[in-house]
């Protein structure tokens, strides 16, 4: 058997802990605060991630980035999106080179 990755490990802890009353649990009580809250929070983690690296502090970008990560699951699981679609479109765009894919995006 695979070792499960340290996303997967996350992801499915996020998910059983998405049935629990908000105060037992951070993951939780961000769910019970909706899609929104999460966003604004993955938005603020992404920002300590910028920040972090602004000041070269590599400790920090790995600390943050690991927020990062975890809040990102936590947004996927609000709006009920298997992890594994992002991964199947992560591996469309490996198949390609960046510039092709990033050309063949539709314009917003």
């Given at each position: 058997?695979?070792e ?28 019970s ?13 992404a ?7 602004a ?19 936590v ?34």
């Open positions: 058997m695979a499960q990755h340290a996303l997967d490990r996350l992801a499915a802890v996020i998910a059983a802990r998405a049935g629990r009353e908000a105060d037992q649990s951070y993951t939780a009580m961000l769910l605060k909706g899609t929104a809250h999460i966003a604004k929070k993955l938005g603020e983690e920002i300590e991630v910028v920040i972090a690296a000041e070269k502090d590599s400790h920090a970008v790995i600390r943050e980035s690991a927020d990062l990560l975890y809040h990102w699951l947004l996927i699981q609000s709006l009920n999106l298997p992890m594994a679609e992002v991964m199947t479109e992560l591996d469309r765009r490996h198949s390609q080179s960046g510039l092709a894919e990033k050309a063949g995006r539709p314009r917003q």
